[in-house]
């Protein structure tokens, strides 16, 4: 359909433009919007290697982080994208039957979100790693990290409660 294409080329043009304006965060954003996309289109390769490419424009980034501005916050935030990022590849591969591959880049994603202390991240992660569990048939894995999923989201929702609070209410 022309508007598939229209948001592919858009995607490309977007690419393209941070690439010239020397913005490594835009470009992965835009980058990840077209994984994203062809993902959707049933192009799983496609996909892949715009996921690779988002990946290596943030890895690249991070190396010049004075070109993104000032402090850790800015760090921070890049590594918070690369954690989404490898989320979203991560079910792509999941869903791609790549099941090992799924867990690798899940299990990369909480490495990163666990240093950066990311805790809203780590409930999606949990949630990931579960799902490829369950798909590879660790039925006590899975369950172990949809529980801790559970927490972490009942965590987020309420900040007063405590955590131990939580763990037994499971």
């Not at 294409?5 to 980058?31: I, L, N, S």
């Not at 999941?94 to 909480?110: E, I, N, P, S, T």
Request: hydrophobic content about 45%; proline content about 2%; charged content about 25%.
């Amino acid at each position: 359909s022309s508007d598939l294409a229209d948001t592919d080329r858009d995607a490309v043009a977007a690419v393209r433009a941070a690439r010239r304006g020397g913005d490594r965060r835009a470009e992965a954003e835009a980058h990840w919007v077209l994984a994203v996309h062809r993902d959707r289109r049933g192009l799983p390769q496609e996909s892949l290697s715009a996921f690779d490419a988002a990946l290596a424009s943030l890895e690249a980034a991070e190396a010049e982080p004075a070109a993104h501005g000032p402090g850790e916050e800015v760090v921070r935030s890049m590594r918070a994208l690369r954690v989404e990022v490898l989320l979203s590849k991560a079910g792509l591969l999941r869903g791609a039957g790549m099941l090992a591959d799924a867990v690798a880049a899940a299990v990369r994603a909480y490495g990163i979100a666990a240093a950066q202390q990311h805790r809203r991240l780590l409930g999606a992660i949990y949630e990931d790693l579960g799902a490829s569990c369950l798909a590879q048939g660790g039925y006590a894995d899975a369950l172990r990290f949809l529980r801790a999923s559970l927490a972490r989201s009942e965590e987020h929702t309420s900040e007063l409660q405590s955590p131990c609070n939580l763990v037994f209410r499971l």
